[in-house]
Structure formats: C-alpha cells, structure tokens
C-alpha cells in the first residue's frame, strides 16, 4: 500500500464519519417533531420517485430552467461511475474502468458526453441568476453566495474528472484503446505533454478533495436538497392532498391544538425545510404572493428549517434555551406571521410546482391551528363565521330549517333521505347549494337533471349539516371534527351506494377526509356523475337548443389539483354549446385560483389586488360571452368579479349543469 492510499483513506474516512455525523445529527432533530406515517405504499413511492425524482417530470414544468436542472441532476447520475473509478483507485491504486473490456467505453463515452453538457448547465445557471435575474430566485446575499459556490464546486469537479481522463493513459497505457472513448478529454491531452503523471496526480487529488468537501459542506448549505430530495418524494402523501389529523379528545391531556413552534410540527413538515431547493416555483405561483399579500411559500419552508437550525440542536441537547431564543416562536415577527397564515387560500399550487413535492399548506393549517385553538387570535369577521357553524351548521346565519327551501316552486318533488330511508345516490347538496340565492340555482338545475334521468336519489335536508372544509382550513379543527362526526352519524341511518356533490371543497372533504373519522364513501362531483349520464344518453342533448356562445372554463382548485377533475366539466361544455371554449392563460393544473379556497371566502382582502380580480381579468381576456365554473365559490368569486369590471350585462357567470339543463331535452 502506497503512502497515497493511507493518505486517501484516512481523508476518506473522516469525511465519511462527518457527513454520517450530520446526517445523524439533522435526523435527531426530525425526531423532536410529532409522529406521522410516511413509509406505507412502497411500490407507489418508487414510482413517484422514478418519475419525479430521477425522471425529473415536475422540473420540466418550466422547460428552459428545467433542462438546466436535469442536465445536472442526469450528469451526475451519468458521472457516477468516474467517481467510483477515483474513489476504488484511492484504496486500490492499479483499478481501472478499462478492466471491463469494450463495456467500459460505454462509460467513459457517456462521462464525456454528460461532463460537457453539466458544464453548459452551470454556465447558463449562473448567466440565469446573475445576468437574467427571474423574480422567483431573488434571495439574500447569502443565498446567492451559496448558490454560487455549489455551482462553482460543481465545475470543479466537472473539470478535474476531464483532467483525469486526458492524462490517465499515461497511469494505464493497458487500457488507452478503451480510452479513446474519452473523445473529449483525449483532445486536451496536448495540454499536458510531458508532465502527464502530475499533471493526473493533482487533478486526481483535486477531484477527491473537492468531491470530499462538497459532501460535508452540504449538511450546512441551504443546498441540502440535494442530499434529501429524492427521499422528500419517496416520503410525499400517496393519492388526494388532505390535511394531517389527530382526531381530538377533549377529555385527553395534552391534546394537539396547533403547531406554534417546530416541535409541534410532524417530523415531515420539518423534514421538507430540508428538502426545500429555493427554487422559488411554489411562490411564483401563488395567488396571494402573485397579488401582492405578504404570502411566500418558500419563504414559509425556509423559515421552519431556520427555526430547526436555531432551537433544535438545544431542544435535543437537553439544555435550557435563552429567553431570547425561546420568545422568537416559529408564529412571530421573527420567522412568519399571522398576516401571512391567513393569506393562505390552500389552493395547492405551490405542492403542484414543487419540484420535490413539499408540502406547504398542511404546515400553514397546523399554524393556523395554533392561533385558532390555542391563542384565539384570528381575523375577527371569523367570530361570525364560526358562531354560525356553532349554531346553524352552516357559515351563513341561516336556520337548519330553511335546508330545502329551494325546493319551492320546483316541478319536480325532491326526495328526503328521512322519507325515502333506501336509495341509490344521496346528493349532498351543501350550505351554498341550500342557501345561496345564486347557487340554489345550480342545485335546482341538477335535481332536475337528476329527475330526468330517473336518478334514484334522495337529499338529507335539514340533517344536512356543513361538511367542515371551512373550519378546518381556518384552523378551527375543534368545530370542523364535531360537525364532521355529526354528519358520519346522520349518514349511518342511510343506505346508498355513492354521494353526489356539487362544492368541490364537499367533494374533498366527505370523499378524502371524512375517512379517519368512519365515512368511508364513494363520493363524486356532478362534472363527472352528469358526464356520465349524458354518455350513457339517460340525459339526451337537444340539437336545436345548443348554445353558440364563447365559453371559458374555470378550474376550481378543489376538483382540479386536489382531486385530479379537469376534462369532464369540460366535456360537458362542449356538448352542449356549439361555440369555442377558450382557455384561460392559466388553467387546468396551472389554473389560478379564485380566492376564496382556506376560508379565505369568509375574509376581506385588505392587502393588495383581490385574487378574485385577477382571476376575472384572466377570464375577460378570452372576450368570453359566458364564465363556466364547477364550484359555488368558485361562481361567487368570479360573478363579483365580473361585476366589479363592469361586464355584468355582457358576461354571465354559470355552473355546467346549468348549461346541460338549458340544452336537454
């Protein structure tokens, strides 16, 4: 063994146990956060990871900053193998990748062709963030400084393995017809004539040196993603976003009342700090950032891996923290605020762009559940909201006994589930379906539907109670559970195969939450229950009463990128008006939202441009002759919005169902 071999493994060896050593000291950390099931569904998270993670199929959302990404990502899964070769060759001197015969120049042919285009890459990411400058990377200088020296480590590794690969013949003339295949490197050889085997030894030491270095800088780096990305996707939520739920006895000590500081997040909230890229993609596409609210997702993550990194380390040792340390708190003027928590409108478009699937809104929730339940401390037009809940079941003031007053007038008979008890299909009809003058509308239109197609169906009238989307989101988890367990035990006097809504945020809720709490249902949105009646031709479309109008389609936030819904509601337009649908700018899983997701329906936008706003103007700018939603949200936002324009006479705001009604026969 040469004195270079002890050498490299001495090196080797601390920086290994280093690294390990961080790696050990960040997962103590995650351990002080509460406990949460990640680990299930194996098959399905390799997918994800293949596809996400290695296949890199959210990063190409945006195409040029994507490529740049991948190539990097891809070079050095590709370079791999020419680390291996330095790594083996520290121990083993003679190893080399031309033992393996013609296979090797496989190899060294795809390390020259991936060294050149992850050189191209980082070139262009620091001409991107110092030159072109986008919104979204904007950081401090400590970002930008860190940003720089990953990317300038990355070059060097890049360029010594070229240099290892121009001069390594004179290391191994065994193996220079393999060689060759470095068609790249063996034309830089000229460079070192004469002074080959020094020329090999410092860039070999270079390249273990900065790889060593760059590994064990890291764990300290805001570039950490890099490291725990990958498992950040194997450990993201299979199937429907929902939010994470301990289910509340108030007799029980101790019990979960909101996260107001990092031990009271899961260990995966504190888990996806560390995850976090600061790509910034997740705030560039939020509809309260975008309109001027002080709402940063990345900021959101950022902040809870600061908070990690300053009371963490004391927590685990077991010393007392500084009062000054301990005031800060995660909610404060120091890391995030209540202005920036209740501007949140769980519209998931910032999950949907991360490129490593972190999960900001269930953070925001368990925060606002921390100001809710423990701090009574919230925006006060909520008093209302929540007394109404209280008392009514429902957000409006309205009594449980007007549940079916739009019924009246109708000429069909609705069925009561308390007078029918068996039937097929219980349509759910909601707090805005029952007493919202605009939507009572809607809800009329599919009972019509529905009685067409001789539907055997039935509502709960007034058992019917709010489903408890709103007082979730809002953090009021108290109320959103007895409401939620109310409704399990009406449900339970009832047999029938599937629900039936027309909200959205119904859909979400009774059909993804509603599970951890015994309502385990089949329940699906009108978009696709009446799509499919029309397929089916128990609902037949009368040529002659088509609409030519210019329709554009809203996608609600809660039956798109919670619930994956975009083409029916779409589908249905078009067999029912002979016009052009237009699409919005931003639309299916890019649509912005209306503004009223989180509870945010229930408070005033007192900064900025109100989403709502922005939404229309994305609508008006199609010269629609009508609006088309699937959510009563969704249709208050955008008919207030389009009156606030003043295209009230020109522009009509409907539900699809309305429009199928208007055209069958």
């Known amino acids: 063994m040469h004195i270079q071999n002890i050498v490299f493994i001495v090196l080797f060896l601390a920086a290994l146990s280093l690294f390990t050593y961080n790696l050990l000291r960040i997962r103590t950390y995650l351990m002080l956060g509460r406990s949460e099931d990640r680990f299930s569904g194996v098959g399905t998270r390799i997918m994800k990871v293949l596809c996400i993670g290695i296949g890199q199929a959210k990063i190409f959302r945006d195409p040029v900053a994507g490529l740049m990404h991948a190539l990097i990502f891809w070079g050095f899964l590709v370079l791999i193998t020419a680390v291996l070769e330095a790594f083996i060759q520290g121990f083993y001197t003679p190893f080399s990748l031309g033992m393996l015969g013609p296979v090797s120049q496989v190899f060294f042919a795809s390390q020259d062709i991936f060294g050149l285009l992850v050189i191209l890459s980082v070139i262009y990411a620091l001409f991107r963030r110092y030159v072109l400058k986008p919104k979204r990377l904007t950081g401090d200088g400590n970002t930008n400084a860190d940003a720089t020296f990953i990317l300038c480590m990355i070059m060097g590794v890049m360029l010594t393995m070229y240099g290892v690969n121009a001069t390594k013949q004179v290391i191994h003339p065994e193996y220079a017809a393999y060689y060759k295949a470095h068609f790249i490197a063996s ?388 067999k029912t008006n002979n016009g052009e649908l237009a699409e919005m700018k931003r639309s299916k899983d890019r649509g912005l939202c209306c503004g009223a997701g989180g509870g945010r329906m229930w408070m005033e936008e007192k900064i900025g441009k109100k989403v709502n706003i922005e939404r229309t103007e994305d609508a008006l700018e199609t010269n629609p002759d009508v609006i088309s939603t699937a959510c009563p949200f969704c249709m208050t936002m955008l008919t207030d919005g389009v009156k606030e324009k003043g295209k009230s006479e020109e522009v009509k705001v409907k539900d699809f169902a309305e429009l199928v009604l208007e055209s069958s026969k």
Request: proline share 4%; charged share 25%.
């Open 187 to 574: 034309h830089l050889m000229f460079l070192f004539k004469g002074n080959e085997v020094t020329f090999y030894n410092i860039f070999w030491w270079g390249h273990i040196v900065i790889i060593l270095t760059f590994m064990n800088y890291l764990p300290y780096s805001k570039h950490f993603h890099i490291v725990t990305s990958l498992p950040n996707v194997y450990l993201s939520k299979i199937g429907p976003q929902t939010l994470d739920t301990e289910e509340i006895d108030f007799e029980k000590e101790n019990v979960f009342l909101g996260a107001g500081d990092i031990e009271q997040l899961t260990w995966k909230e504190m888990f996806d700090g560390y995850a976090c890229t600061e790509c910034g993609r997740c705030t560039s596409v939020c509809p309260a950032n975008l309109t001027g609210k002080p709402l940063s997702p990345r900021k959101i993550i950022m902040d809870i891996r600061e908070r990690t990194s300053e009371k963490a380390p004391m927590l685990v040792a077991g010393v007392e923290i500084p009062t000054e340390i301990e005031a800060k708190k995660l909610i404060s003027e120091h890391y995030i605020t209540d202005a920036e928590l209740w501007a949140c409108t769980s519209c998931m478009a910032c999950v949907q762009e991360c490129p490593v699937n972190i999960e900001h809104v269930n953070p925001i929730v368990d925060m606002r559940r921390f100001l809710v339940q423990s701090e009574s401390r919230f925006p006060e037009e909520l008093m209302t909201v929540f007394g109404n809940m209280e008392n009514n079941g429902a957000p409006w003031a309205y009594p449980q006994s007007d549940r079916l007053k739009w019924t009246e007038g109708m000429d069909i008979t609705v069925p009561v589930a308390a007078e029918k008890n068996d039937f097929d299909v219980l349509y759910w009809v909601g707090c805005a379906g029952s007493f919202d003058a605009r939507y009572q509308n809607v809800t009329r239109s599919v009972a019509t539907l529905l009685d067409k197609a001789k539907v055997n169906y039935a509502v709960l009238g007034t058992e019917e109670k709010c489903n408890g989307d709103s007082a979730r989101r809002l953090g009021n988890e108290f109320l959103a559970q007895m409401m939620i367990k109310e409704n399990v035990e009406t449900m339970k006097k009832y047999n029938f195969k599937k629900i039936l809504v027309s909200c959205p945020h119904c859909l979400q809720t009774i059909g993804n939450e509603y599970k951890e709490f015994g309502g385990d249902y089949e329940v699906v949105h009108h978009s696709e229950f009446i799509n499919g009646l029309v397929a089916e031709n128990k609902i037949e479309i009368d040529e002659s009463k088509k609409t030519d109008k210019k329709i554009t389609y809203h996608d609600s936030c809660y039956l798109g990128r919670y619930n994956d819904i975009y083409e029916e509601p779409r589908e249905l337009i078009k």
